[in-house]
């Protein structure tokens, strides 16, 4: 009974969408990124013929129908599309805002993943304003981001300060696994580039990155002392889950093909400097790399 009835001509549902907006008169504003469009992998459609879109839904319960009654960006086709992020926003009456924030592409040809965590990807987003059905303006970046909002350049009613800015909140522990490994004293050497390891730190969490085989099993380990955590790497051919969490950059891979993984170790509940241990199918490595929080 949740189910709505499409009505209307031009119908089309939305697909990985972003930045769900109700309007000021109850229609739904939404980015439909437009990830495959299907639930049909053997009905998936490519990234270089595929679009992303600003879409408007008029939604009656009454008689649980959906009408499409606005779109822009699917006539840009896949020069604006976004596999993630991006954002709409309502300006006024028939005045929007639309980014497609996550556009990538490598040798020109269109990525269906996330192109920030491929190194030899171009990087791009645009925003576009529209106002009555006329593109008003128009900004290209060579960049991603996920948001955009536009603002007023003075404002009689904010003083800003400058000082340097407080953080607030946290991204909460990454969970562990409950198990000890030992006979981290007698871990072999890691053999050198066979997994292309990175480790880079930011402020609040430690970046991993690294390839594997389709099926293995790997734990990375923290080791200090008596304070041991041990994290479940998963390696899966899943093109992605939720983008700010893990990236499992794996489309169109054979069998037998490395896949790059990266994984997130939040600082939240680590204290001192940890040796970086890594089990690999029952195996455990030393990296000979430390991390400090």
Known sequence: RYFFTPIGENFEWQWSQHSA?????GDLFIFDNGNNRSKNPLDYVEAKDNY???VIYRLNTDEMTIEQIYEYGKELGSSFYSPYISEVD?????HYLIHSGGMG???GVPMNQPAYFNPEAKLEAKTVEVLKNQVITTLDFPIQFYRVQKMSLYSSGFNYNLEPGTRLGTLGQTPTLKLDING?????????NDYHLTFNQESDRLIF???FKEGQKV???LSKLADQRVYDIRVSKTSYSAMCIDLFNASDVNDGDLLSVTNYINAEGLSGTYQLYIQIDGNVYKINQKVTF
């Open 21 to 25: 907006k109700v309007l000021p008169n």
């Open 184 to 192: 981290l004293w007698k871990a072999k050497e890691l053999p050198a």
């Open 90 to 94: 309502y300006l006024g009456e028939n």
């Open 209 to 211: 990155n690294a390839q």
């Open 105 to 107: 592409s490598v040798n």
């Open 219 to 221: 734990k990375l380990i």
């Open 52 to 54: 992303s879109r600003g």
